[in-house]
């Protein structure tokens, strides 16, 4: 397999798309036998175009077979074209006349999420087999000299097939359907366009050193390699922190010391349960590179964070733009330039730029414009100026009339508390060696002092003893002491010495001589003295050391960085947690504060360059952006345009550009989409969670494997499984799969490193995902909430882990969705008697952030919105498990929907919704709906749930 045939198999796999997203699409209405005809009239084109040239045609879908859409006494139900269930899509190309045509390369489908095996069984309308069989099958029948009959010929086959129904019939499966024919742009190209390009472009010749796109399709996993202790080796290299609240946790720092030894070309793995500080991680290796980069004076480093889920996006830039501050009488944690409120910048797609600028991101685009163009006008920059001579001036104490000046002076204060902090490490690397684990500094030279003391007092009192025995031994009558070897002398001896010997003598023998008693107490007077010396020795070590020490504190206060003496620690590992806080914080600061300054004398572009991508321009536009803000948020459908350059009347890419590329929420995106834009960077963090809601996938496997087959990356169907097994197949696998496959760790038997420590939920909650999929490797951290003294629900007597009780029999279906009303109205009437109460217990909070529901029927979410009361319903999220994705709320009501003769079959079909679903609650999860309708079987989600409520006792009224 070469790197051209995984390219063009990626680029397949991203062309043969076969999800739609219809938010925000235009549509137009049409009936089913114009389409049969293939003559739909002027007016779809003239909807549908922008074009001013009606010569040219329109990719449209037409959506042949649509769900019905429902009346609710005088409220239509799903009425936005982005909740339409479409479940017949049919590419085409319509003309300007009303022709349509068939299209290349595209082909009909029936959407997955409406095929079996699904967890909303109600709205399959056939089996995934059956399209598949049909689709491996017949496909055939698209290449040669179609016309649009043949081709629709070839989606009503298709459609009647899998469905068992005709394709006029407006009923399939009990679900009615629309007798409207929808006819929506196609923007499935327009949302690809910049991945295909790139595959294009690395097809177009083989592209040389592309390391790390290599490693990512690399058809063999790679060889693992030992672990990396946390050596002082390791400490040395960690710089920077961008909050100062909270040191790393302990596999925080494991991932951090591996991203530190990574080299070009290489793939770091990291497995994120919910609430093990993901972000936290991503900060840190952010700070840590950005301030590498300043305290060697260079251009700061190129960091792009990605993923194809915008709220993993979105998340990223809030995180980054909301870091706490930590001291109180000091500017350092301000910008010193106007207009930079962020340490990110997001580069949304031309649909998100208003939802952007609502939420007050920092955004431009590949233009420079927004933020960019703001920053960088002669009226910014002279304000800014102005702010820095005013804040460094301040900060430092001097009259600096000058950026440069400003510049120089802030490097100088960085090398010094980076050269504090590697101190600070070798002095307790130096003092760990030397003093009893566990035992702190100023501890231990109390400690030496007092067992000085003792051994002195110990030599004196042997001293004492000895003088003792000598004028004991003098009282002897003459006689005894001449002739010791006369019985009756010996015995007068003898009693002599045995009343004399204390109690502590044990090593005294009531027949030794006086010769003898001094020799054994002489060699005691030796031992003393001896631990006396090597007592004296180590204390002037110690000490040393703890001057030392006390000294570089006494430069921190003085540099600001502390307010008063910490006290002293006792291993390496405590002083790196305490430099993680204080100087690695304070120099992620000041390295922003000299990249400001840095930025301020830097090359601006003209206005002839703005909006052009030769590749100067380019450098001067990501460098200047960086030095504002280390990290640019994207989407991967962005991301290939970022690095897309012209010169010489020629496009090309710009391969190896990024210093670093993170991918978020990796668990939700697809090989394809992301592959392409590793050849742009030269290494990667993926992070994700395997058991978080999976990516939806564009491909149905017959198609993927065809495509993998036709592409020679594989040669026989029997080798897809292996491709399956390295994550690279494109129908059911994600980017934190491959990167396990590329990752050269492996812990706890799973290839990738594994963050740990969970903070977000109370140990009562998280126990249960504990036990559902993470084999009991999560840490809980937070506590059990009974011991929380400050856990403001118990006032409200709502449990960590609760059930409430709504007796129904069964759940109703309308548009092919289940809904409960019963439990609806019920859920709607507890949140209206607790809200206020609830808001109350959390004044500090913002009361969006206090309760969700979720529910996995998206019909339910729409009867519980309605049944909330006017009041509350702006304050109360409600959605499916996708909705909260990377989200939390401190309770969360889970709405099983189904009534006691339903089962529960929506849960036990994948783990990963009630793992998301429980994990979102910080202080509450809670249950609501007929426990009868979970499982009897604890091996089963739904009944690992049950057994924890009942065991529990934990059901709530």
Same mark, same amino acid.
């Given at each position: 397999?070469?790197?051209?045939?995984?390219?063009?198999?990626?680029?397949?796999?991203?062309?043969?798309?076969?999800?739609?997203?219809?938010?925000?699409?235009?549509?137009?209405?049409?009936?089913?036998?114009?389409?049969?005809?293939?003559?739909?009239?002027?007016?779809?084109?003239?909807?549908?175009?922008?074009?001013?040239?009606?010569?040219?045609?329109?990719?449209?879908?037409?959506?042949?077979?649509?769900?019905?859409?429902?009346?609710?006494?005088?409220?239509?139900?799903?009425?936005?074209?982005?909740?339409?269930?479409?479940?017949?899509?049919?590419?085409?190309?319509?003309?300007?006349?009303?022709?349509?045509?068939?299209?290349?390369?595209?082909?009909?489908?029936?959407?997955?999420?409406?095929?079996?095996?699904?967890?909303?069984?109600?709205?399959?309308?056939?089996?995934?087999?059956?399209?598949?069989?049909?689709?491996?099958?017949?496909?055939?029948?698209?290449?040669?000299?179609?016309?649009?009959?043949?081709?629709?010929?070839?989606?009503?086959?298709?459609?009647?097939?899998?469905?068992?129904?005709?394709?006029?019939?407006?009923?399939?499966?009990?679900?009615?359907?629309?007798?409207?024919?929808?006819?929506?742009?196609?923007?499935?190209?327009?949302?690809?366009?910049?991945?295909?390009?790139?595959?294009?472009?690395?097809?177009?010749?083989?592209?040389?050193?592309?390391?790390?796109?290599?490693?990512?399709?690399?058809?063999?996993?790679?060889?693992?390699?030992?672990?990396?202790?946390?050596?002082?080796?390791?400490?040395?290299?960690?710089?920077?922190?961008?909050?100062?609240?909270?040191?790393?946790?302990?596999?925080?720092?494991?991932?951090?010391?591996?991203?530190?030894?990574?080299?070009?070309?290489?793939?770091?793995?990291?497995?994120?349960?919910?609430?093990?500080?993901?972000?936290?991680?991503?900060?840190?290796?952010?700070?840590?590179?950005?301030?590498?980069?300043?305290?060697?004076?260079?251009?700061?480093?190129?960091?792009?964070?990605?993923?194809?889920?915008?709220?993993?996006?979105?998340?990223?830039?809030?995180?980054?733009?909301?870091?706490?501050?930590?001291?109180?009488?000091?500017?350092?944690?301000?910008?010193?330039?106007?207009?930079?409120?962020?340490?990110?910048?997001?580069?949304?797609?031309?649909?998100?730029?208003?939802?952007?600028?609502?939420?007050?991101?920092?955004?431009?685009?590949?233009?420079?414009?927004?933020?960019?163009?703001?920053?960088?006008?002669?009226?910014?920059?002279?304000?800014?100026?102005?702010?820095?001579?005013?804040?460094?001036?301040?900060?430092?104490?001097?009259?600096?009339?000058?950026?440069?000046?400003?510049? $120089?002076?802030?490097?100088?204060?960085?090398?010094?508390?980076?050269?504090?902090?590697?101190?600070?490490?070798?002095?307790?690397?130096?003092?760990?060696?030397?003093?009893?684990?566990?035992?702190?500094?100023?501890?231990?030279?109390?400690?030496?002092?007092?067992?000085?003391?003792?051994?002195?007092?110990?030599?004196?009192?042997?001293?004492?003893?000895?003088?003792?025995?000598?004028?004991?031994?003098?009282?002897?009558?003459?006689?005894?002491?001449?002739?010791?070897?006369?019985?009756?002398?010996?015995?007068?001896?003898?009693?002599?010495?045995?009343?004399?010997?204390?109690?502590?003598?044990?090593?005294?023998?009531?027949?030794?001589?006086?010769?003898?008693?001094?020799?054994?107490?002489?060699?005691?007077?030796?031992?003393?003295?001896?631990?006396?010396? $090597?007592?004296?020795?180590?204390?002037?070590?110690?000490?040393?050391?703890?001057?030392?020490?006390?000294?570089?504190?006494?430069?921190?206060?003085?540099?600001?960085?502390?307010?008063?003496?910490?006290?002293?620690?006792?291993?390496?590992?405590?002083?790196?947690?305490?430099?993680?806080?204080?100087?690695?914080?304070?120099?992620?600061?000041?390295?922003?504060?000299?990249?400001?300054?840095?930025?301020?004398?830097?090359?601006?572009?003209?206005?002839? $360059?703005?909006?052009?991508?030769?590749?100067?321009?380019?450098?001067?536009?990501?460098?200047?952006?960086?030095?504002?803000?280390?990290?640019?948020?994207?989407?991967?459908?962005?991301?290939?345009?970022?690095?897309?350059?012209?010169?010489?009347?020629?496009?090309?890419?710009?391969?190896?550009?990024?210093?670093?590329?993170?991918?978020?929420?990796?668990?939700?995106?697809?090989?394809?989409?992301?592959?392409?834009?590793?050849?742009?960077?030269?290494?990667?963090?993926?992070?994700?969670?395997?058991?978080?809601?999976?990516?939806?996938?564009?491909?149905?496997?017959?198609?993927?494997?065809?495509?993998?087959?036709?592409?020679?990356?594989?040669?026989?169907?029997?080798?897809?499984?292996?491709?399956?097994?390295?994550?690279?197949?494109?129908?059911?696998?994600?980017?934190?799969?491959?990167?396990?496959?590329?990752?050269?760790?492996?812990?706890?038997? $799973?290839?990738?490193?594994?963050?740990?420590?969970?903070?977000?939920?109370?140990?009562?909650?998280?126990?249960?995902?504990?036990?559902?999929?993470?084999?009991?490797?999560?840490?809980?951290?937070?506590?059990?909430?009974?011991?929380?003294?400050?856990?403001?629900?118990?006032?409200?007597?709502?449990?960590?882990?609760?059930?409430?009780?709504?007796?129904?029999?069964?759940?109703?279906?309308?548009?092919?969705?289940?809904?409960?009303?019963?439990?609806?109205?019920?859920?709607?009437?507890?949140?209206?008697?607790?809200?206020?109460?609830?808001?109350?217990?959390?004044?500090?909070?913002?009361?969006?952030?206090?309760?969700?529901?979720?529910?996995?029927?998206?019909?339910?979410?729409?009867?519980?919105?309605?049944?909330?009361?006017?009041?509350?319903?702006?304050?109360?999220?409600?959605?499916?498990?996708?909705?909260?994705?990377?989200?939390?709320?401190?309770?969360?009501?889970?709405?099983?929907?189904?009534?006691?003769?339903?089962?529960?079959?929506?849960?036990?079909?994948?783990?990963?919704?009630?793992?998301?679903?429980?994990?979102?609650?910080?202080?509450?999860?809670?249950?609501?709906?007929?426990?009868?309708?979970?499982?009897?079987?604890?091996?089963?989600?739904?009944?690992?749930?049950?057994?924890?409520?009942?065991?529990?006792?934990?059901?709530?009224?």
């Amino acid at each position: 397999m070469s790197f051209q045939n995984v390219t063009k198999y990626f680029r397949d796999s991203v062309a043969a798309k076969l999800k739609i997203n219809f938010k925000n699409s235009r549509y137009t209405i049409s009936d089913l036998e114009s389409v049969i005809q293939g003559r739909v009239g002027n007016e779809p084109y003239t909807n549908l175009s922008d074009r001013k040239n009606v010569s040219e045609k329109l990719d449209v879908i037409v959506v042949a077979k649509t769900i019905k859409t429902n009346f609710d006494g005088q409220q239509r139900v799903d009425t936005n074209i982005e909740d339409m269930s479409g479940i017949l899509y049919i590419p085409a190309v319509l003309t300007a006349s009303g022709i349509l045509l068939p299209p290349e390369g595209k082909y009909p489908w029936i959407p997955r999420e409406h095929l079996h095996p699904i967890i909303d069984e109600e709205l399959a309308i056939g089996y995934v087999n059956d399209f598949d069989e049909f689709m491996s099958n017949h496909y055939q029948r698209l290449e040669n000299d179609l016309t649009w009959k043949s081709y629709f010929e070839f989606a009503k086959d298709m459609y009647e097939t899998v469905t068992e129904n005709g394709i006029t019939s407006n009923l399939v499966k009990e679900i009615e359907l629309e007798t409207n024919v929808y006819i929506i742009k196609d923007g499935s190209v327009n949302a690809t366009r910049h991945i295909l390009k790139l595959y294009d472009h690395l097809l177009s010749g083989e592209p040389d050193h592309l390391l790390l796109y290599q490693n990512f399709i690399n058809q063999e996993f790679t060889s693992l390699s030992q672990l990396i202790p946390n050596r002082m080796s390791e400490m040395q290299t960690h710089l920077g922190q961008m909050g100062g609240e909270y040191p790393l946790s302990p596999s925080q720092r494991e991932c951090l010391n591996h991203f530190n030894n990574m080299k070009e070309g290489e793939i770091l793995a990291v497995n994120g349960p919910p609430g093990t500080g993901k972000t936290t991680l991503l900060q840190s290796l952010v700070a840590n590179l950005y301030v590498e980069r300043a305290l060697k004076k260079v251009n700061p480093p190129v960091i792009v964070a990605s993923s194809t889920n915008n709220q993993a996006v979105t998340n990223i830039i809030e995180s980054f733009g909301k870091i706490k501050p930590k001291w109180k009488n000091s500017n350092l944690e301000q910008r010193w330039i106007e207009g930079v409120d962020s340490f990110a910048v997001y580069f949304p797609s031309g649909s998100k730029e208003k939802e952007a600028k609502e939420k007050g991101f920092q955004y431009t685009n590949f233009r420079g414009e927004n933020f960019f163009d703001e920053v960088e006008s002669n009226e910014n920059i002279e304000r800014s100026a102005e702010k820095m001579l005013k804040e460094c001036n301040h900060y430092f104490g001097t009259n600096h009339t000058d950026i440069k000046q400003c510049e $120089q002076t802030i490097s100088n204060r960085l090398s010094a508390i980076d050269e504090i902090r590697q101190r600070v490490l070798s002095l307790f690397s130096e003092y760990e060696q030397i003093a009893p684990k566990g035992v702190c500094l100023d501890t231990y030279i109390t400690q030496l002092i007092k067992e000085k003391s003792e051994w002195e007092d110990k030599f004196q009192g042997i001293q004492q003893r000895i003088s003792e025995w000598q004028t004991h031994f003098s009282n002897l009558p003459f006689f005894v002491r001449l002739l010791p070897f006369i019985p009756f002398f010996k015995n007068k001896l003898v009693s002599h010495i045995r009343y004399f010997i204390q109690l502590d003598e044990e090593f005294i023998d009531e027949s030794m001589s006086l010769d003898e008693i001094i020799t054994v107490y002489s060699e005691k007077a030796k031992e003393a003295r001896e631990n006396i010396k $090597q007592v004296e020795l180590i204390q002037q070590q110690v000490s040393e050391l703890s001057t030392k020490y006390k000294q570089l504190i006494e430069e921190l206060i003085s540099l600001n960085i502390l307010d008063e003496y910490p006290g002293s620690f006792a291993s390496v590992d405590e002083a790196n947690e305490f430099l993680d806080t204080t100087v690695k914080y304070a120099s992620f600061w000041l390295a922003v504060h000299y990249y400001e300054c840095r930025w301020l004398t830097e090359k601006r572009l003209s206005e002839k $360059q703005k909006g052009k991508n030769f590749e100067n321009v380019l450098n001067c536009f990501y460098t200047n952006l960086s030095m504002l803000a280390p990290c640019f948020v994207m989407t991967f459908y962005q991301l290939p345009r970022l690095l897309l350059a012209y010169d010489n009347g020629k496009e090309h890419f710009l391969y190896n550009y990024i210093d670093l590329l993170i991918v978020d929420e990796a668990g939700q995106v697809t090989p394809e989409i992301a592959a392409c834009s590793f050849s742009l960077a030269k290494r990667a963090v993926v992070v994700g969670d395997v058991y978080q809601i999976e990516p939806v996938w564009n491909m149905n496997e017959t198609l993927d494997m065809s495509l993998a087959l036709s592409n020679d990356v594989i040669t026989s169907i029997e080798q897809f499984e292996k491709l399956r097994q390295l994550g690279l197949n494109t129908s059911e696998s994600s980017v934190m799969k491959v990167a396990g496959k590329s990752c050269k760790y492996e812990k706890h038997q $799973q290839r990738g490193l594994f963050l740990s420590e969970h903070r977000r939920c109370y140990n009562d909650i998280i126990e249960y995902c504990n036990n559902l999929v993470y084999r009991g490797k999560l840490e809980p951290k937070r506590g059990k909430a009974e011991n929380d003294k400050k856990n403001p629900l118990v006032q409200l007597s709502i449990p960590p882990l609760g059930h409430i009780q709504v007796d129904s029999y069964q759940s109703s279906k309308k548009a092919g969705s289940r809904y409960n009303e019963i439990e609806a109205r019920a859920i709607a009437a507890w949140i209206n008697d607790h809200f206020d109460r609830i808001r109350n217990a959390y004044p500090d909070k913002d009361p969006k952030s206090l309760i969700g529901i979720i529910t996995p029927f998206k019909m339910q979410v729409s009867t519980i919105k309605r049944a909330l009361s006017p009041d509350v319903k702006h304050f109360v999220n409600v959605g499916t498990v996708h909705t909260f994705q990377g989200g939390e709320r401190k309770v969360i009501i889970m709405s099983t929907v189904y009534g006691k003769n339903d089962g529960c079959f929506f849960i036990d079909g994948n783990k990963s919704l009630l793992n998301v679903a429980v994990s979102r609650a910080e202080d509450s999860f809670l249950v609501m709906g007929d426990m009868n309708c979970l499982s009897a079987s604890a091996n089963k989600p739904s009944g690992l749930l049950k057994r924890m409520l009942l065991e529990n006792e934990v059901v709530y009224s």
